[in-house]
């Protein structure tokens, strides 16, 4: 804790406040970056990258499935991460990133589901198959929803905080583990045809919409987890007394 | 410090074996459902011997994960409630030894006597007798894991000893454990060599034993502030 | 014979939901003496003992044990003390006697445990799982530990409930003792001593009623 005090920027960087105050400046210009990449992203997907040669038309929907998987995955780390540095520091405001980051991973990572089984029926003939990218997204799905879900179990939000934090430490070395056992089960299982090649085989013309997305998609993600921890540091804050003087002033305009 | 490290073990390992003997009920009941769910297998699907062997790998660790699921939420419950995991979490020396002697006991109570009877299901289901002994390594190192993961599990939900959350926690831990473990019986069903799965069972074993105490520690410190 | 500082507490403050429980306690305690903590139900008299156990983490607050901080001297703080809590830790298939010499510390002898639970008035129930016992006598197994514990500094939360006139006398005894010989109590209780000498400390609640 004495240690800490010196770090008078880390300090700055804990405040809720400090992150409220910032975040309002910020959201407009991410907002706009966000809506342009992603805008620009689907019409070059959808309309102006050029056909498969196997699929077809249909393949033009991993540019909604790839960025969802890929932030889905990367958010339970950053979400993992958050609660670690809580757990460390004993940081509030790691803490609400971790809680807002859960809901916005799990929702992606059913995104990358529906998307992927839309994708699989005229690809593969059928919505779902066991494939191991697959079920280590349904297992993500879960772990998603426990972090969720073990909040309820505490009445009091600090050791929920850490609960959770605690959880998502659990989770994020497990899964790698999970990763390469459902990989390497699956191989033992399947024939290898449904094996779909790496994104660098494909045609520069298909990849670049796909990375614009991919990098829309974590705009994204940073615009939505800002929001969400904005409404969580009104929530515990608001006995705060720049909380109540945001709050009258908002009274006074309407 | 040598002798302080290893008290804590033997302590809570008698202990709770000694609590176990005297409970016998609460023994008996997992044991009870792993067999009783084995024998709704070949009702709901065909007594053919042919189809209950190729199912007999998965099955036979499905229900050893749900018999392990149900015990484990017991683990420190009692604990709480009468009083004794506070005196636990006061103790000066290192939680993790009274952990593991606690999982010890459990397993030992648990894993060790699924372990024994899982031969009898090897026999409904016409498990060839190759497989036998895989099939006991397996749940041996194998239960030994889940009971480790179970406790993280149980230890988060301690303030609401719910078995769904529970559930919902521990399961999608319980996928490497429920793959190798089944794997390894197939592989000997199989002809294969079967050792590599094991071998990777008990790789994850060492791992759970070096971090599943750290997370268990920290969880149920968060116990009394719920 | 100069009394030594056993327990120092500075400022000592405890967060539930982002609100401070109490108003930050400060203390000191020397060898010798005893101390009452008061408040009404809710006041966080449980809490403020599970922070003095370490069982919950502070918000704020220093606690110095025989003039060290507490960080310096974590596994001999926890080492000296004896806590008893609401909960008596006594498990219910376990006998009278199995209870008390699991509680008591590694070697102490069988006559020093026949002893301790002659004092509380058991010893005729030695052999007796505890779930054949009142709640008066599961308090008293719990209490027969004041006998066998080798620890200086007493943590003793509502230590008189479920006993009755003769339980309270022989466990007021038993305090008593220990302050004799040096050591150090701090008790939460609504019932009022007759016997003990002790300081009392008012819990102030802060809870803000939502």
Known sequence: MNLNMQWTWFHRLGSPRWFYQKTQRWLPWLSLLTLSLLITGIVWGLAFAPEDAKQGNSFRIIYVHVPASVVALAGYYIM?????????????????????????????????????????????????????????????????LGVMALRHAYSSHEAADKASAILGLVGM????????????????????????????????????????????????????????TRAEILRREYRASWVKQLVSEKLVEK | MHNYLSAGFIAYLTRDLLLGVRNKTDLVKPLIFFLLVSALVPLSIAPEAERLAQLAPGMIWIFAVLATLLSVERLFSDDLQDGSLEQMLMSPNLLIMPILGKITAHWVMIGLPLTLLSP?????????????TPMMLSLAIGTAVLCLIGAVGAALTLPRQGGVLLALLVMPLYMPVLIFGSATIQSAVDGLDWTAPLVILVALLAIAIALCPLAINAGLRLAKNG | MAATNILKIENLSFE???????????????????????????????????LLIKLLEPCTGDVYFRGQHLSQCHFEYLSDILFIGHQSAVKAALTVEENLSWMSPDGTSTEKITAALQFVGLEHYASIPCYRLSAGQHRRVALARLMTTSATLWYLDEPFAALDKQGVGFIENCMQQHLDQGGCIVFSSHQDLVKIAARSYRLNPLREVV
Do not use: C
């Open chain 1, 80 to 144: 993992a991460i958050a609660g670690a540095v809580g757990l460390i520091w004993r940081i509030k405001l790691s803490y609400m990133l971790m809680r807002s980051a859960a809901p916005i991973g799990a929702a992606l990572t059913f995104i990358a589901l529906v998307t992927g089984a839309i994708w699989g029926k005229p690809t593969w003939g059928a919505y779902w198959v066991w494939d191991a990218r697959i079920t280590s997204m349904l297992i993500l799905l879960f772990l998603y």
């Open chain 1, 173 to 228: 070395v497990n899964v790698p583990i999970i990763y390469k056992s459902v990989d390497w089960w699956q191989t033992l299982h399947q024939p290898a045809t449904i094996k779909f090649t790496g994104a660098p085989s494909m045609h520069p013309d298909m990849f670049l919409p796909l990375v614009v997305m991919i990098v829309g998609f974590y705009a994204f993600y940073a615009v939505t987890l800002m929001l969400f």
């Open chain 2, 120 to 132: 009898v299901l090897g026999v409904w289901f016409s498990l060839p007798t190759v497989a036998v």
């Open chain 3, 16 to 50: 539930r939901n982002d609100a401070l429980l109490f108003e930050p306690v400060s203390f000191e305690l020397n060898s010798g003496e005893a101390l009452h903590i008061e408040g009404a139900n809710g006041a966080g008299k449980t809490t403020l003992f599970q």
